[in-house]
């Protein structure tokens, strides 16, 4: 892998486990007995997700959706449901895990669209958060780490469809 590319390591492989067994921990105390619908933000949330899965010893199912603009020039802000959930989500309770908010638009596309489906209850686990990027506002109810607004790769998240693999999560040039 050309290793060139990255700029600065940001979060440890240790660093980002030790965050995540700590986020499980507050959400099989907070969902416990709840049975709750995991919603992965396909595709770089799927290495987040499977880290808080091993640490989430409660009953509880899995579904993905991914996310993609529209048209023949895929104008940002016009998304669409490139993959649907297969699950009904109807009276349970939502947590959607995310990799990175960024302006929030995707996040708030997904949460209008679920929230028609009359969940229960529907709640945000993003790993990063790059606040200072923010157009729109969305919910946050869990957080990994909050990021530079600088352009992030490692951990599942991508530059060019690169990268997914790093253990680690860095900065690119
Ligand atoms: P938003 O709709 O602007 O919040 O963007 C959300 C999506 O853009 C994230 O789920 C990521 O897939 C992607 N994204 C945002 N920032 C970064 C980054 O720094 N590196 C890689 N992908 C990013
Ligand atoms: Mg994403």
Known sequence: MAKSDIKQILFS????ENRIKWLARKLTKDYKGKNPILICILKGSFVFLSELLKNMPIPLTIDFVQVG???KRKIPGKLK????IDCKISGRHVLIIEDIIDTGKTL????KT???RGPKSVKIC???????RR???????YLGFTVPNKFIVGYGIDY??????????ATVD
């Open 126 to 132: 993003s790993l990063l958060d790059k606040p200072s």
């Open 108 to 111: 708030k596309f997904i949460i």
């Open 135 to 141: 157009k729109v506002k969305v919910p946050l109810d």
């Open 114 to 116: 679920l929230k028609k």
């Open 81 to 84: 449901f490139k993959k649907d």
């Open 13 to 16: 492989r240790k660093t980002i």
């Open 69 to 71: 603009s529209y048209g």
């Open 160 to 169: 060019n469809e690169k990268y997914r693999n790093l253990p680690y999560i």
